[in-house]
């Protein structure tokens, strides 16, 4: 299909708009999208909110978004146009720039949750006295009464799980349903 505004590259790009009921489709190339502003060129950054404002759908729609925050005094995100009560509404932050935009009030509720604003990963501490994990007779009392074959088995199978050895726990499976049933 050949592009509707110069009639010569093939379109590349579809755009549907559904404005106030009266749907438009246009079909352009990437020329003419970049042109027109419905496409940024390749090596912009290129974020939803700078896509629109400023450009043919910014100005075919009314007003970019940092022109709609100044219009409607409803604070939003100038990247995807997400409001703060979006966030509280959806529990998702639209974008990682949200997070600045709303930073005076999210970082109280993230430190409610979290404990910190920042990450900090998990913590593990070792000391010298531990044992390896490896090191199965470690873990065993010594006066454990010994298993039966079924207990036993059953034990290695989970471990096998546990270790993400799946063939070796359909081994081992196999082998605890041919065992007699426990009375």
């Not at 290129?46 to 910014?58: A, Q, T």
């Not at 873990?139 to 063939?167: H, I």
Request: proline share 3%; glycine share 8%.
């Amino acid at each position: 299909m050949r592009c509707e505004h110069c009639n010569q590259n093939e379109a590349t790009t579809y755009i549907k708009q559904n404005i106030n009921g009266k749907v438009t489709e246009m079909h352009l190339c990437r020329d003419c999208a970049e042109k027109l502003g419905v496409l940024e060129p390749m090596h912009s950054n290129m974020g939803l909110g700078s896509m629109f404002e400023g450009s043919f759908f910014g100005n075919f729609l009314g007003a970019g978004l940092a022109a709609m925050n100044a219009l409607t005094g409803v604070d939003r995100c100038d990247y995807c146009g997400s409001t703060f009560n979006d966030i509280i509404n959806t529990g998702n932050v639209g974008c990682a720039h949200c997070y600045d935009r709303f930073a005076d009030k999210l970082e109280p509720s993230i430190r409610k949750i979290h404990g910190a604003t920042r990450h900090i990963g998990k913590n593990i501490s070792y000391t010298e006295e531990k044992e390896p994990v490896n090191n199965a007779k470690a873990k065993e009392p010594a006066a454990e009464k010994p298993q039966s074959e079924r207990e036993r088995l059953q034990a290695e199978l989970d471990k096998a799980v546990q270790e993400q050895r799946y063939e070796d726990a359909a081994v081992l499976r196999d082998q605890i349903k041919e065992l007699k049933p426990e009375e």
